[in-house]
């Protein structure tokens, strides 16, 4: 959201310390991940699961990336949590 702090990017650094080819991969990573939120959607955007499956797969392939410490560390949540970021109940009531 607009006009929300990002510390991502610094709490990465604060965790990864040197480990510069890490952190550069995993703000690869989410750059990908944005690109994807963002991107515009021909016909009906894609559904709730859909999009929670991405998300998901994208958590997955951090974790991979960072290990269970440090991802627990850089995000806040273990890697083995399942996160969904779209409500289907509220996706549906929006179409």
Known sequence: MPGLPDDF???AREVLGDDAK???DLL???EETNRFAAQKWPGSP???ATLNARNQHLIEQA???LGPEK?????GFAPDQKIDLVDPNIQQDHR
Do not use: G
Request: aromatic share 10%; charged share 20%.
């Open 46 to 48: 894609p559904s709730a």
């Open 71 to 75: 991802f627990t560390a850089i995000f």
């Open 22 to 24: 890490l952190l550069a």
């Open 28 to 30: 690869a990573l989410r």
């Open 9 to 11: 990017e610094s709490r």
């Open 63 to 65: 974790a991979k990336l």
